[in-house]
Structures are given as C-alpha cells and as structure tokens.
Antibody, heavy 126, light 105 residues
Framework: EVQLVESGGGLVKPGGSLRLSCAAS????????VNWVRQAPGKGLEWVGR??????????DYAPPVKDRFIISRDDSKNSLFLQMSSLKTEDTAVYYC?????????????????WGQGTLVTVSS | AIQMTQSPSSLSASVGDRVTITCRAS??????LAWYQQKPGKAPRLLIY???SLQSGVPSRFSGSGSGTDFTLTISSLQPEDCATYFC????????FGGGTKVEI
C-alpha cells in the first residue's frame, strides 16, 4: 500500500527553525515528483516546493514566499523527503502536507497519481 | 508565478443541480490543470487531471474541460456528499492553486 507519513511539526518561535519529514512506503520516492503543500488555518492550499523525480533531473523548486528560507532534500536510503524550515514567520503557520500531486508515476506498470500524507501542523508563535 | 483565479468563491445549490466552477490562469498553461475536492479536516482528493481526465474512483458526475487559460469543473447532478471546497491546481510552471470554491447544499 502506498503511504506518505509526515512528522516533525510543532510549536516554534518566530525566527526559529524546524525540520519536517515525509516517509514513503509502498513505492520508491525518487520515482515520483513530490511536493510540499501547506494550508493555513481556515485558508486555501499553497504550494511550498517540490523535488522532481529522478528521470526528470531531480530539480528542486520553491514558491517565492519560502525561497531562501526553506530547503527540500531527499534521502533515498530512507525513502524520505525533508523540509528544513528556517527564519520562520507567523505566516508560516499551517498544516504541511507532502504529496505526489497530479503528476503520474509508474508503480508495477500502472500510472499512479495523487498520494497525500495526513499533514503535520506547524505553529509559529511567540 | 502563474496566478489562478477561481470563481465563485462559494455557491449554494440544490441536490440534483448542475454546478459549474471556473478557473482562469494568468497565462496559458496548455491543459496542465487539475481539480481537487477537500472536506474539513481531510487532505485534498484529486478529481480531474490534465484538465479533463477523470481520476480513478471518482464518480462520473464530475467532469473537467478547458485549455489554455480558461477551465471548468462541472458537477452534473449535485449530491449531498459533494459538499466540500474545490480547488484548481496548475502544474505547467511550478504549481499554484486557485483560491477555492465552497459548495453548499
């Protein structure tokens, strides 16, 4: 069964740092483009960044509000994705999801799409 | 960054009604558009990808159309379980979401 499980959320003061993890099971993470998406309380969805799949060059992209503050990395030995967040602001408060999104990836000869984790809450507050 | 303008922001309709939600991109995005449904406290669920392809397991009353800058999600016969917020998402250049449409019965 394909699963994504986020962890690492919590309460942090403005200016602080936090590292989120996204552990994948049931598929090889590097076979898919994987995104971080966040949702502030009562608000819409906001794309944070992604790492493209290995065959697309593993390019890493960021949304402008987090560029230069957040770093996405992947550890293939752990089949996990990470989001290192620094210089956190109150407006970074949100549930953070990792997701493969609408872009398909092959799994046992079938194209699969759109797996999401359960989300992890990050609260930035003094 | 590509901006996605979604309308309306909310709507109220009756069971059995035909419901249409639109999304406009700030520049042409071919057909690199997806539609999502989200219910409170849950992760979003993909309904439509590549503008008009129905995701596996999604009821056929959902359909998508459009290309370039203008896209539409249609629910042909609204059901009570369709009460949710709907988002469009472009993945032509990075990703960006529309603001969402809350659908109520």
């Amino acid at each position: 069964e394909v699963q994504l499980v986020e962890s690492g959320g919590g309460l942090v003061k403005p200016g602080g740092s936090l590292r989120l993890s996204c552990a994948a099971s049931g598929f090889t993470l590097s076979d898919a483009s994987v995104n971080w998406v966040r949702q502030a309380p009562g608000k819409g969805l906001e794309w944070v960044g992604r790492v493209k799949r290995k065959i697309d060059g593993e390019t890493i992209d960021y949304a402008p509000p987090v560029k230069d503050r957040f770093i996405i990395s992947r550890d293939d030995s752990k089949n996990s994705l990470f989001l290192q967040m620094s210089s956190l602001k109150t407006e970074d408060t949100a549930v953070y999801y990792c997701t493969t999104g609408p872009a398909g990836f092959p799994l046992f000869g079938v194209i699969k799409r759109d797996y999401w984790g359960q989300g992890t809450l990050v609260t930035v507050s003094s | 960054a590509i901006q996605m303008t979604q309308s309306p922001s909310s709507l109220s309709a009756s069971v059995g009604d035909r419901v249409t939600i639109t999304c406009r991109a700030s520049q042409a995005i071919r057909n690199d558009l997806a539609w999502y449904q989200q219910k409170p406290g849950k992760a979003p669920r993909l309904l439509i990808y590549i503008a008009s392809s129905l995701q596996s397991g999604v009821p056929s009353r959902f359909s998508g159309s459009g290309s370039g800058t203008d896209f539409t999600l249609t629910i042909s016969s609204l059901q009570p379980e369709d009460c949710a917020t709907y988002f469009c998402l472009q993945d032509y250049d990075h990703l960006s979401f529309g603001g969402g449409t809350k659908v109520e019965i």
